[in-house]
């Protein structure tokens, strides 16, 4: 099977403007989470989808907001950007089918807020 | 609060000693406990969990809950164990692994 993957790669915004990942989780796989990693704050949830219905949500603000299709596929927006928000976003999936099962993980997008 | 602690950011050792990466957890209720590695230029990937008391590479991990904490062992540690580790506790919202509170990672370089 395909693993997750994340699109773009790499991406630079400047202050103020939105931005929006995307990620597509392996075939099956119904539960998507995102994350965001920082050398200062290191791995952090930021909300999970599961069947298109936000299951859980991190401590972030407001202006960090996602969704999840039909398909599964996943968005997440940060709108406003801030320098801040620069960092590594991972995404991961799993078949959410029990409780112990494994994540897979994306490569990532990794954002610059210039 | 949830939280995980890895007090190592960097712990080097030569091929064949042991090797222990630290992890305390602070949780109020029953923990679930991971171990996630991230070799150079690949993908974070779950190495084992406590719920499987299963050994992954020669890696297990035992789950003390008197002392909260879930360090990872290996006997005789190998060059291709040099990578990030990271000790992972499935958060709030329970029945998923979809919300995992991280440490900030422990860097293993075994030396040959």
């Known amino acids: 099977k395909a693993g997750v993957t994340q699109t773009p790669r790499y991406l630079i915004k400047t202050r103020g403007q939105q931005v929006t990942l995307s990620c597509s989780p392996i075939?099956?796989?119904?539960?998507v989470s995102w994350y965001q990693q920082t050398p200062g704050q290191g791995l952090q949830f930021l909300f999970e989808?599961?069947?298109?219905?936000?299951?859980n949500k991190g401590n972030f603000p407001g202006r960090f907001s996602g969704r999840q299709f039909s398909n599964s596929r996943s968005e997440m927006n940060v709108s406003t950007l801030e320098l801040g928000d620069s960092a590594l976003y991972l995404c991961?999936?799993?078949?959410?089918?029990?409780?112990?099962?494994?994540?897979?993980f994306g490569p990532g997008t990794r954002l610059l807020v210039l | 609060a949830q939280r995980v602690t890895q007090p190592e950011k960097l712990l080097s050792v030569f091929k064949g000693a042991p090797v222990e990466l630290k992890c305390n957890y602070s949780?109020?209720?029953?923990?679930?406990l991971f171990w996630y590695v991230q070799y150079s230029r690949q993908r974070l990937q779950l190495l084992l969990r406590?719920?499987s008391r299963e050994s992954i590479k020669g890696f297990t991990a035992d789950l003390n809950k008197g002392e909260t904490s879930f360090h990872l062992k290996k006997p005789f540690a190998q060059e291709e164990d040099s990578a990030m580790y990271y000790c992972?506790?499935?958060?709030?919202?329970?029945?998923?692994?979809?919300?995992?509170?991280f440490g900030k990672g422990t860097k293993l370089s075994v030396k040959p």
């Open positions: 991961a999936s799993s078949p959410a089918i029990t409780a112990q099962e494994t994540q897979y």
């Open positions: 075939s099956g796989h119904r539960s």
């Open positions: 989808y599961f069947s298109e219905t936000q299951r």
């Open positions: 949780y109020s209720g029953s923990p679930e």
């Open positions: 406590h719920i």
């Open positions: 992972a506790l499935s958060g709030p919202g329970g029945g998923s692994q979809g919300n995992l509170i």
